[in-house]
């Protein structure tokens, strides 16, 4: 004896799983994703390419973004409810919350790098086992001089912050002192306009040395310039926990690998190796 079966009607085609945000199924079923959503993941992928532990203007993340000033500001309130953004400490700027900043992979990736500078970074990387990081100088009226992180190769999630070196203050972070050291002094200038200035004696060690140093409780950096001549192209730097560099033979060791490295950016021949004592 056979049963009867009714069959199962039809979903209907707005149907989606119970519990899957509407963008979700949207995407799920390769429809576009409502166009304020849309706006709003181009808005927060723009803060990452920008800089995930930055803050930024609000000009700048809708020119990234390619969004009206005004569309972008109410996105960054609405992603502020959401506790992903937040504002920074200049008036009109913007940065992504600690939690938002998970979504950063772990190598920056952004659109500045080149295939030179990340062969560079990738080998420095494998020869310390160290977190490496790539910094270009820049000035900006209202921002003054600062350094902008062009690309970082991090083997320990937790060394990531560290190794970004986003001090507000140049003078307080290794790749900064190594920059200010070789700045002309016109450019080496805050935003208000005052002089970014080393102790000569800081100075002076780190244009004898070319390393200039940063140690925080359970990490150390190492910073070098990347010079074309006597201009100052870039900054290159290692960054580790602190007990890899109580040994002096090996603190000077990667200082010296730091060094070539900066040199086969610029193809010019490394510095003779400084005495260990020196780096400080």
Known sequence: MSLDVPPRPSPPAYWSPPGVPPVLAAVSEGRQPPQSAGRGFRLLHALLRLGAEEEHQLADIARAAGLQPSHAS?????????????????????????????????????DLTTPPVQRIIEDLQQETGLAVSWHEPHFRPGVGFHLTLIDLACPLPQLRAAAAQHEGDARTSAAGRAALAYAP?????SADDRPLTLAPAVRDTIRSTRIALRRCPGICTLATPVLRGQNLIAVLSLTGAEPLFHDPLRAQEFAVLLRRAASRATGSSGAAPAPAHRIA
Not at 185 to 189: K, N, P, R, S, T
Request: charged share 30%; net charge positive; aromatic share 2%.
């Open 74 to 110: 109410k996105l960054l309130k609405a992603a502020g409810l959401e506790h992903l953004v937040e504002p920074g400490t200049r008036r009109g700027a913007y940065r992504l919350t600690r939690d938002a900043r998970a979504l950063a992979p772990v190598r920056t990736g952004t």
């Open 185 to 189: 002094a016109e450019l080496a200038v």
